[in-house]
């Protein structure tokens, strides 16, 4: 099993920056995963943000974010990062971490979730 622990998500105003943790940590975890940042508004379906692939440090951004999300990784603190500047109140929603072994943006095949965190953003 993997477990995954999203913190650092909160209010703030639009223009403003935050940057959530995930904490990983089991048995069964592999440097083999990729790790991504999803999220999902109220009444929408949960879309991709980014992700790493934890031994490379390859990385994969939706269009909405580039240039304004960075995602990393700290070996030695098992925990995946996404640095968010330049927020917008449409970047308001929940946010989960996930890890999987495929290269993919589906939220559906990705293995293992976080409980998520609320940003919110206020115009």
């Known amino acids: 099993q993997v477990q995954l622990v999203e913190s650092g998500g909160g209010l703030v105003q639009a223009g403003g920056s935050l940057r959530l943790s995930c904490a990983v940590s089991?048995?069964?975890?592999?440097?083999?995963?990729?790790m991504g940042w999803f999220r999902q508004a109220p009444g929408k379906e949960r879309e991709f943000v980014s992700r790493i692939t934890w031994s490379t440090g390859s990385t994969s951004y939706a269009d909405a974010v580039k240039g304004r999300f960075t995602i990393s990784r700290d070996n030695a603190k098992n925990t995946v990062y996404l640095q968010m500047n330049s927020l917008k109140p449409e970047d308001t929603a929940v946010y989960y971490c996930?890890?999987?072994?495929?290269?993919?943006?589906?939220?559906?095949?990705?293995?293992?979730w976080g409980q998520g965190t609320q940003v919110t953003v206020s115009s």
């Open positions: 996930a890890a999987g072994r495929a290269v993919t943006t589906n939220p559906q095949m990705f293995d293992y």
């Open positions: 089991g048995r069964t975890f592999s440097t083999t995963y990729r």
